[in-house]
Structure formats: structure tokens, C-alpha cells
């Protein structure tokens, strides 16, 4: 009797010990489960930190180049030194006479895009004073219609020869159509 009481005390010990293997095996996964799952929740926390700075850093670039494109305007107006006139009345008339006396220091052609960059306005109003600058100064100053609607402003001198007038002259014969659609555009 005495060894079936061992027997039965060996099977009850084997029982608790594997209980406990069990248990530990279970608190180790939980553990394990646990620890997963801080790591996940900081990597996410560190994809979310990166997704901020990313945006942050995207801001920043987008405010640097709006500064370059006004220290840039900046530096062309102040090299055109022209006294501002109380009289003219009105904002556009100043952006048209700071445009005319910009192309009248460099003469050429010139894209919409450029005379934003250096008028540092936005495309609707740079396509306004285009127009206007037409008409304060028709001789010199031609707007011109390329490829898909594309707007170029022209100035030519006065000392430029006349047959190189007279084309590009012939060129803006489609002022008129162009300031129909200019009109239709604002």
C-alpha cells in the first residue's frame, strides 16, 4: 500500500510540475506578446514622429521658396530705383510702371511665369498688369500669344531697327484676339 500511495504522490508531483511548466510557458508568450506589441506601438509612434517632420520639412522648403521669390523681387525692383508716386492712385497702375521700367532695362520676351517670379505677384493679376502695360505704352510694349495660350510680353526699344520693329509688330496682330481672350480668362 505504501508504494501505491508513492506512486499516486510521484503522479500528482508530475502533474504540478508540468502545470507549472504550462504556466510558466504561458506567462513567458504573454510576456513575449507584450513585449511585440510595446514594440510595435513604438515603431508607430516613431513612423508617426517621421510622418510629422516630413511635413514640417515640406512646409519649411515651400517657405523658403516663397522667401528666395521675394528677396528676388526684392533685388529687381530695387534696381530699377523708381521713386514711388503717391499720385498714381492705384496699385495696378504702380505694378504696371515697375513692369515697363524693368523691361525696359532688360528688352526681350518674356513668359507669364517669368514676370511672376519677378513681379513677385500671382498669375492673374501679372496677366492684368500685361494688359494694362499694353495700353500705357502700346510702341514698345507688345503681348503675344504662343503655343497653348501661352502669354509673352515684349519690349522693344526705340533704337532697334526698323524692319526688326515691323516684325515684331506682325507678330502682335492678334493683340486684339488675344485681348478677347485675356478678357475671357479674368
Known sequence: M?????EVYKNKVSESERDLEENQAMMGLI??????SNML???????DLLGRLIDQVDHLSK???DLKSQMKTRQTRSTVARPPK???GNAL???TATLIDLMRERPGRYTTSELVEMLGLN???VITVMKRAVEMD???????QGKRRKLYLSYIPEDQEPGERKEAESSSEGADRVRLELMSMT
Not at 2 to 6: D, P, R, V
Not at 31 to 36: D, G, L, P, Q, R
Request: net charge negative; no cysteine.
Open 2 to 6: 505504501f508504494e501505491e500511495l508513492l
Open 31 to 36: 510576456m513575449a506578446v507584450e513585449n511585440i
Open 41 to 47: 506601438s513604438t515603431k508607430q509612434q516613431d513612423v
Open 63 to 65: 517657405e523658403v521658396a
Open 86 to 88: 503717391v499720385s498714381e
Open 93 to 95: 497702375d504702380g505694378h
Open 123 to 125: 498669375k492673374t493679376t
Open 138 to 144: 502700346p510702341v514698345h510694349v507688345k503681348l503675344t
